[in-house]
């Protein structure tokens, strides 16, 4: 798998514009994109400290957004990867995020939220 560090900065990188943006011209729906971004960011995070630690994994069980299962499928391959406490605590909510943000029309989340998702991706990072 070729995914890179730069990649997963790209993510924190459109996050944090988008919350700008949201400040500056309260636009409702930019927040979507910033939840999308912070969410790619941190299922970004767990697959790369499994791509670079597991000798094999399963390309099924990599392939998906869910940042709960991703961590303990981690666990389940014995490698030491790091997740925060607050993504492991809020795993499935992020991980709506992603789906959620770009497909749910209700989708509303607040800013303080973002704000706090996206330091702690970024402070992961």
């Known amino acids: 798998m070729k995914l890179t560090m730069g990649l997963i900065k790209a993510d924190i990188i459109?996050?944090?514009q988008?919350?700008?943006y949201f400040e500056e011209n309260k636009i409702r729906d930019i927040k979507n994109i910033a939840a999308y971004h912070i969410q790619q960011s941190m299922e970004k995070l767990?697959?790369?400290q499994v791509y670079r630690k597991a000798t094999e994994y399963d390309n099924h069980k990599m392939f998906n957004h869910n940042l709960e299962k991703l961590t303990l499928y981690a666990e389940t391959l014995?490698?030491?990867i790091l997740v925060p406490k607050?993504?492991?605590d809020n795993s499935l909510v992020i991980t709506d995020w992603e789906s959620g943000s770009r497909?749910?029309?209700g989708f509303s989340i607040r800013i303080d939220t973002l704000k706090r998702a996206v330091s702690e991706a970024?402070?992961?990072y």
């Open 46 to 48: 767990i697959k790369i």
């Open 78 to 80: 014995q490698i030491d």
């Open 86 to 88: 607050y993504v492991r």
């Open 14 to 16: 459109a996050a944090k």
């Open 103 to 105: 497909y749910d029309v």
């Open 18 to 20: 988008a919350i700008a």
């Open 122 to 124: 970024e402070a992961w």
